[in-house]
């Protein structure tokens, strides 16, 4: 099928923006956290915090793992205890980004311990991001037959300054973005239109990639198993998804994931490596310190909700540099609430679309709409779901561990926006585009700012 002109917009315009966040988050350099404080080893007195690499986080660690394997050393080993731990903490992480990065930096030839080979190093990312954003788009025009709202959802993750950043850096993340949401576009295909046996390969491969990219991964199982399931119960007898289908899609993932799920077993005790983890990250804010601190409400809703709805739209560098960040921290918040009101009236907006979707699919043939809100519920239900248990022992309000559900919160956000120019639908990507543009520029400037006071 040919792609409209705006697509290509939004893509080209996403690449952009990511070259800029790259260009000035700096690579394997030092620094200050200037919002989180260490008692001086002198004075006792509480100072910013140093840290070794001040860029992206864990950026330094994902690189050092490409490194590993680039020696010819194989896969590095998590060993609790390790007095180079620091350098190592990603080395429990599966196999499949850091193939990737190997091969992507031998192709460019960035040294992923140099720091002057970041900027090409880092673009990785934002190539798989391309992915991630084409796999939205055809989530829409597979599950809605809606164009307009498959643009507005594109330009909504394309431009959404946080997930700019993320694809700016060296992380595994990005690919588990990719792998999430073709899994989803994929099922809603096979949902709308019937599987087949080649599909349901299709599908089971990724999920296999998926695991060997990151354990998160596993949200795509709720996925599968409820699109094949809708499928069963909704299509024809002779439609229905057969027994060889269910195994392909169930199957092949663990086929393709044992080897490494073995190797973990193996060196850790677990198959998720769960166990190694626990004990390497001991120093990790633990959520239970906070919760004495604070109390459970103030814990989830002053730390976790706090720190992660900012984060969302964007917290930058370890979460220390913030939009706003030359402001006084009561008129950054005042500003961090007014976009999560106007985000919210959007969204909400866009329930009134949904029936409006839901009225001219029963007039003009389009896809039955409720498949597709229901896979994206369950998607954005099960990442939540994780997001919160690793909340209940770790206190990581980011924003980043709900995005391998990025297709649900820009679906969300497209409904309302292609609300708001119901005249003219095919527009509606101009909405995340011009809202999100301005925050884009506020975030540029922010990291313009924000980094050299943090480096010495």
Partial sequence: MKLPGSLYFILATFIILCGIYNSVTPYRESGILRYQRMPDPITGQMIPQTV?????????????YIAHLKSGKGFPVLVPGDPNAYENYQAHQPPLFYILGTAWSSITGADPTDSNAGF????LSSIIGLSTLLGIYFAGIWGLGRQDIALAATAFAAFLPMNVALHSAVSNDPLLYAIVTWVFALTIRGVQQGWHFKLAISIGALVGLGLLTKTTALVCFPILLTGLALTHFQHREDAKPNLTIWAAALVLPIIIALPWFLRN?????DFLAVSVFNAAFTGSPQANTFIDIFGPQGY???MVLWWTSRSFIGAFGYMDIFLFDN?????????YSGIFLITAGI???GQMGYREIKSQSDSEALPRPAPFQIL???LLLFTTILFIRFNLQ????????????????????????VRILKSKPELAFLVPTAFLGLLNFAAVQALNSGFPLRQP
């Fill in 376 to 378: 994206h519920l369950i």
């Fill in 394 to 417: 770790y206190f990581q309000g980011q924003a980043r561990y709900l995005f391998p559900a990025i297709v649900s919160f820009a679906y969300l956000f497209a409904f309302g926006s």
């Fill in 120 to 123: 090409r190093l880092r673009f």
């Fill in 327 to 335: 402001m006084r921290s009561d008129q950054s918040a005042a500003l």
């Fill in 347 to 349: 969204v909400l907006l």
């Fill in 52 to 64: 070794n690499d001040v860029g992206a986080p864990d950026e330094r660690q994902h690189a050092n």
């Fill in 300 to 302: 989830w809703l002053n």
């Fill in 265 to 269: 077993k193996e060196l850790y005790g």
